[in-house]
């Protein structure tokens, strides 16, 4: 039976170089943003979810969770509207439940791997970025809860730090982002990591420039 992958955030950046990497071994892939490829719809939802998981079944046997969608919105305290928060928090830590509450069960029984994208801002706290910080750390915390629920079943949880990337998530943000990350370099760290020999498993994975 194939091995299937729900890719989170697929449609661009890191999440689509993800898709391509893991494509090329031999994964189907199930994409999952507002605009596909193949699941249409907010991430946040319970719904979209569960059409993501019925897709991936009914191409083969579901095997890996990458939860990679997020959004930022980097302003002096003070300034942040309530709309600012509950995007923050909806993005990154929202999306990311629906997908694990719809998907965990499964891997419960059957074994699967959860990959949970998070960002450096999930590390150390960075000045103009209180609310994505927390957001990140709030992803964080969920992660680490996961993985101690999970000791003792088939399901690996594997947290992701990467440092800034040249993606469409910067734009309209007046940072430089020449010295960033390439996101196909970071993608192809993160899917190494995902098959490395039986012997060994990485849990937790910081990526950052040199």
């Not at 999440?15 to 071994?25: C, H, K, M, N, Y």
């Amino acid at each position: 039976m194939t091995d299937v992958a729900i890719v989170v955030g697929a449609s661009s950046g890191l999440g689509a170089a993800i898709s391509a990497l893991l494509r090329q071994r031999r994964l189907e892939v199930v994409g999952v943003s507002r605009r596909g490829p193949d699941i249409r719809g907010d991430a946040a939802l319970p719904e979209t979810a569960k059409a993501a998981l019925a897709e991936a079944q009914r191409r083969g046997a579901l095997r890996l969770l990458v939860n990679c969608a997020g959004s930022g919105v980097f302003k002096p305290v003070g300034s942040y509207t309530g709309e600012d928060v509950a995007t923050v928090f909806t993005s990154n830590l929202a999306t990311t439940i629906a997908f694990c509450q719809a998907i965990y069960p499964l891997f419960k029984q059957s074994g699967g791997t959860i990959v949970n994208v998070m960002s450096t801002a999930a590390l150390v706290g960075k000045p103009g970025e209180t609310i994505y910080c927390a957001a990140k750390w709030a992803v964080r915390g969920y992660t680490e809860a996961l993985r101690a629920e999970a000791k003792g079943t088939p399901v690996r949880i594997v947290s992701v730090y990467p440092g800034g990337m040249k993606t469409p998530f910067w734009s309209g943000d007046p940072r430089d982002v020449s010295t960033f990350m390439e996101p196909n370099d970071v993608a192809a760290a993160i899917v190494d990591a995902l098959f490395q020999p039986k012997s060994v498993q990485v849990t937790e994975l910081t990526i950052t420039r040199p």
